[in-house]
């Protein structure tokens, strides 16, 4: 965005110099130098203006060159090769021609100007900081030099210093639209929206008709979420200007932020094309090829941002977050959780569970995401009808493949060890059977992006039930075809609808019958299906704070549950849960954040009987440590059906991110 201004006023300054050189540079250098002031004054963030091709020096620049070489003492000559210097481009020149001039006259105000500003563009922030102090010890109501400075100050990152000067300036000349918009800019820098806002709202109402406003407000919108608002903005000042640049790279930028990668790859593509010197839109569409997981296309970009802005912050943050991307991860996760039954004392279940997760992430497949992950899940029964102990684990391969914008091919196989071991008791059976042992797993889905608003998902999955002993010792798999449809019903409001049919599976062992007398060896199956449905709508959207509210509601039921030993998890004729969800995220203190979710609502298990309450709450602080660990420690508390039946349980987690 800022780079994109610098870009395009660039190339206007240029254009409107070249425009007027005949009419301009015959006369005195105050006229030509006063006409470059005016041109740069439209010039309102970021040194190193670089247009598509920087023009070769013109017959007036060679003209001026020679007569300096006849007469040193030119001054005319000077100040008119050192505009048209800074005007294509060449600042190391420009600069030289300035200090040569202001060594013939010293106080020449107007020299001291353009010094400031080559110096400025060509990065010498402390250097160009002098000069207008020198400037502005002589007259301190000097506007070009508390100008100039506003901008260095802006340029180097001195925010609350750039912030004090354009708010002076802004209160002292309303008439002056640009002080405006550059306070505005310093505002949104300092992350200080309402204030811009009341800013840009203020000049608008001014002078209506002001595009770099228009621009302002509308990338204002789109950092606070609005993306409907921010769309109708780019879109007036195009109408305007079919090509203007900086609300054709809002446009795409809004597609981007949508999810429409297709439309934003195509339209920042043309943009690049045809500004091939644009750091941002060549920023942007590599945003956009990163995110189509492009890798070697987004380097290529970066790269060429890079060569044309070598200090630009930007740049090297994209080029830092690739190579970051681009190295293995690590997730780790151990967890304590404790479900309790709510049924009688004495019928009352008790799980206790310990997990443990470790995933390594590859990412160095064109195209493809790898991960392996292994998880450990011992638990234990102190009383109830299960009872008992296991320690299941398992390991699992899976990999995500962007073959198009538009197709996601996902797919895992793995292994289970189940547990104990040995001869074990179950529910149901007067005999010992032998505990189940290892079993595949696995999965496949695919994703197809019909358009920015649609999204379809199949998947089949072949899942182990892990999470009670039973479950545990009978090798009980969960074999599962669901169907995703997700739907954004506008720029702030999700919603999915997965309707499923799962089949639960044991091993095939020893039923006993007859009190013991015969066995036969026979697989149970659990079979079931139901549907979820959600809806989440961004409620805040602002980069230290983030709310979402919405609803999630679960419907389902197993088909035979009562005709079939038990198979140690919750599997009821019918079930359903409806929350009102929340999930907030926010920056408390530098590296410390809170996530927080939760659900209030209601629950029943079976027709016959009551609806009852349904509680979520699932508070986090995370810590940033650095770019490249995280730390999160979580808890949560639960009194709605999870694996035993009715039941209130309670967890805490700690898990770290890795990246090597």
Excluded at 14 to 29: D, E, F, V, W
Aim: charged share 20%; glycine share 8%.
């Amino acid at each position: 965005m800022i780079t994109n201004a610098r870009t395009l006023a660039g190339c206007l300054v240029t254009m409107l110099i070249q425009h007027r050189n005949a009419a301009l540079l015959p006369k005195s250098r105050l006229s030509v130098i006063c006409a470059l002031v005016a041109a740069t004054a439209a010039v309102i963030f970021a040194p190193g203006v670089l247009c598509a091709q920087k023009p070769e020096p013109s017959a007036q620049e060679r003209a001026y060159r020679e007569r300096v070489a006849r007469n040193p003492q030119d001054v005319e000559a000077l100040a008119g090769m050192a505009t048209l210097q800074a005007q294509r481009g060449d600042y190391t020149e420009a600069i030289a021609s300035y200090r040569a001039l202001l060594k013939i006259t010293p106080a020449d105000h107007d020299a001291k100007v353009g010094l400031a500003r080559a110096l400025a563009f060509d990065g010498q922030y402390d250097a160009a900081l002098q000069t207008y102090q020198e400037l502005l010890k002589l007259r301190a109501d000097d506007t070009d030099a508390l100008e100039g400075m506003g901008r260095v100050e802006m340029w180097s990152g001195h925010m609350p210093a750039a912030l004090a000067i354009f708010l002076d300036l802004a209160s002292h000349y309303p008439a002056n639209p640009d002080y405006g918009v550059a306070l505005a800019r310093v505002q949104m820098n300092l992350q200080h929206y309402s204030e811009a806002r009341k800013t840009l709202t203020t000049l608008l109402a001014a002078h209506p008709g002001n595009r770099d406003a228009q621009i302002e407000l509308a990338d204002l919108d789109l950092e606070e979420g609005r993306q409907e608002s921010a769309l109708r903005r780019y879109n007036q000042v195009i109408k305007k200007n079919p090509t203007d640049i900086e609300a054709l790279e809002g446009n795409a930028r809004v597609a981007y932020y949508r999810g429409d990668l297709a439309y934003a790859h195509n339209l920042a593509a043309k943009i690049v094309a045809d500004n091939p010197r644009d750091v941002s839109a060549l920023l942007l569409l590599a945003d956009i090829e990163r995110a189509m997981h492009r890798t070697k296309q987004a380097n290529a970009l970066a790269a060429r941002a890079q060569a044309i802005e070598p200090h630009n912050g930007d740049v090297r943050e994209l080029e830092d977050s690739l190579r970051l991307d681009a190295e293995p991860s690590l997730h780790t996760a151990a967890s304590y959780s404790r479900e309790i039954g709510t049924g009688s004392p004495t019928a009352a279940e008790d799980l206790t569970s310990f997990g443990y997760e470790t995933t390594w992430g590859f990412y160095t497949l064109p195209r493809s995401d790898a991960y392996l992950s292994l998880n450990y899940l011992p638990s234990q029964v102190p009383n109830g009808g299960i009872g008992g102990a296991a320690g299941p684990s398992q390991i699992l391969y899976r990999q995500t493949f962007y073959a198009t914008p538009q197709i996601t091919v996902r797919a895992g196989v793995g292994m289970v060890r189940f547990g104990p071991g040995g001869l074990v008791t179950v529910p149901s059976q007067t005999q010992q059977i032998t505990s189940a042992g290892i079993r595949p797993l696995g999965f496949a889905s695919i994703s197809y992006t019909q358009s920015k608003r649609f999204t379809l998902d199949v998947t089949g999955a072949r899942a182990a039930i892990t999470y009670t002993p039973t479950a545990d010792r009978l090798g009980v798999v969960d074999e599962r075809l669901s169907v995703g449809f997700n739907y954004r019903l506008d720029s702030k409001t999700d919603a999915r609808f997965e309707p499923y049919a799962d089949n639960a599976e044991s091993i095939s062992y020893p039923h006993t019958v007859l009190g013991g007398v015969s066995t036969f060896n026979q697989v149970d199956h659990d079979r079931g299906g139901g549907a979820s449905l959600s809806l989440t709508r961004k409620l805040f959207q602002q980069p230290a704070f983030k709310l979402d509210v919405g609803y999630d509601g679960l419907l389902y039921g197993f088909t035979n549950q009562s005709t079939i030993p038990y198979l140690g998890f919750f599997n009821p004729g019918f079930y359903q849960r409806h929350y009102f969800t929340t999930h907030l995220v926010a920056k408390l203190h530098g590296p410390v954040g809170l996530d927080f979710s939760s659900g209030t609502g209601i629950q029943q298990i079976d027709h016959s009987t009551p609806i009852k309450a349904a509680l979520l709450f699932s508070p986090a602080l995370t810590f940033k440590v650095s770019r490249r660990f995280s730390l999160r420690l979580g808890y949560t508390y639960y009194d709605s059906a999870q694996s035993l039946g009715t039941l209130r349980g309670n967890a805490v987690q700690v898990s770290t991110d890795t990246r090597f």
